[in-house]
Nanobody, 116 residues
Framework: QVQVAESGGGSVQPGGSLRLSCTAS????????MGWYRQAPGKQRELVAT???????NYADSVRGRFTISKDKVGNQVFLQMNSLKPEDTGVYFC??????????WGQGTQVTVSS
């Protein structure tokens, strides 16, 4: 079993920045991909950014150039640096960890609110 915990959400004005962190813990797992997803009120959960264990990133068009995903060497932590935040970035941000063997694990989510 893998536990996933996010942190770093909060409220910020448009144009501001936030950094999200996610830590995966447990025994005997090997990560091959990690990612951030978000869900706005009344909308489906959507991909924000993913990163493979080799460091290769992928971004949604809506955040490319403003957000940066990164990870630690081992693959237990993933980060999301969010700059130039917009009101439409508001939502609950979830971390997803994909492990070898085909399973994946979600965190509980952290709220990000962008408002003036």
């Amino acid at each position: 079993q893998v536990q996933v915990a996010e942190s770093g959400g909060g409220s910020v004005q448009p144009g501001g920045s936030l950094r999200l962190s996610c830590t995966a813990s447990g025994r005997g797992f090997a990560t091959y991909a990690m990612g951030w997803y978000r869900q706005a009120p009344g909308k489906q959960r959507e991909l924000v950014a993913t990163i493979l264990i080799n460091g290769s990133p992928n971004y949604a068009d809506s955040v490319r150039g403003r957000f940066t995903i990164s990870k630690d060497k081992v693959g237990n932590q993933v980060f999301l640096q969010m700059n130039s935040l917009k009101p439409e970035d508001t939502g609950v941000y979830f971390c997803k960890i994909n492990v070898q063997g085909g399973r994946h694990y979600w965190g509980q989510g952290t709220q990000v609110t962008v408002s003036s």
